[in-house]
């Protein structure tokens, strides 16, 4: 069974930086890429960035564009989001998650993805 757990939120004034990790065990981490989405209360989860499996291909949202970066070291299994200058609109909850498609181009989708971390708060103030 697979299982993402992410740490690394936290509260953080607009402007300041926030790194992000999702640790996963189980499965076959090297085969997949992963992805980091976010949800704001009354809001639907939305796409952040992704990664594919081997890490040389890498999707943003526009609205993340140049200041997030996503990457991953498959010797530990982890997957980043490296997060700056942060605005007080980036305040959700961010989960990382894997592809159900193993050896994909990095994908947007929330029904494309297949196991979720239980997220992590990110709190930005203005």
């Known amino acids: 069974q697979v299982q993402l757990v992410e740490s690394g939120g936290g509260l953080v004034q607009a402007g300041g930086s926030l790194r992000l990790s999702c640790a996963a065990s189980?499965?076959?981490?090297?085969?997949?890429?992963m992805g980091w989405f976010r949800q704001a209360p009354g809001k639907e989860r939305e796409f952040v960035a992704a990664i594919s499996w081997g890490g040389g291909s890498t999707d943003y949202a526009d609205s993340v564009k140049g200041r997030f970066t996503i990457s991953r070291d498959n010797a530990k299994n982890t997957v980043y989001l490296q997060m700056n200058s942060l605005k007080p609109e980036d305040t959700a909850v961010y989960y990382c998650a894997r592809d159900s498609l193993a050896y994909s181009a990095p994908r947007r989708r929330v029904y494309e993805y297949d196991y979720w971390g239980q997220g992590t708060q990110v709190t930005v103030s203005s």
């Open positions: 189980g499965g076959t981490f090297s085969a997949y890429g």
